[in-house]
């Protein structure tokens, strides 16, 4: 028998750049660092409730991750807001960082939650969502 219920613990980056890989967590979710290792070359961040929600692993200089070859990667991660206003919020800092949007801002069909989904400095797709669990079930997801 699997997982009953569970909640995202945490997600960790191989990324090339520390430095810019935390300035563009701060910055763009607000997160706050909450460790660094540097023997490991990792930091730490959090939303504020837990230690951590996501870490960052600096890959040694010169190896570079090639989407589709080598080291599987990741489609994307969602970070849950209160608000359908936070989403469509977010949208104006996005385009003034020059931060690439992938999709979005857009009403997402089956919860029917705002969302919008964005490349991290190492091309990771960063998607922010109304949280979905607000919403009532759709007939056609049951």
């Known amino acids: 028998m699997g997982v009953k219920q569970g909640t995202l613990g945490h997600v960790v980056f191989n990324v090339r750049s520390l430095r810019k890989s935390e ?13 660094r290792n540097l023997r490991t070359r990792m930091s730490f961040l959090s939303f504020g409730r837990e230690h951590h ?5 600096e890959l040694p200089r010169g190896l570079r991750r090639i989407a589709g070859k080598g ?28 931060i690439p949007i992938v999709s979005g801002p857009e009403i997402l069909e089956v ?7 964005f490349l991290d400095p190492d091309g990771n797709r960063v998607e922010v ?7 009532k079930r759709s007939p056609r997801s049951a």
């Open 23 to 35: 300035i563009f967590y701060r910055t763009i979710l607000g997160m706050k660092v909450s460790g």
């Open 111 to 117: 919860a029917r939650n705002h969302s919008v989904s």
């Open 53 to 57: 929600d996501i870490a960052l692993m």
């Open 71 to 98: 080291l599987p990667g990741l489609h994307h991660f969602c970070v849950y807001v209160k608000s359908n206003k936070e989403v469509k919020e977010l949208v104006p800092l996005l385009m003034k960082k020059r």
């Open 129 to 135: 969502a109304c949280n979905a669990n607000k919403f």
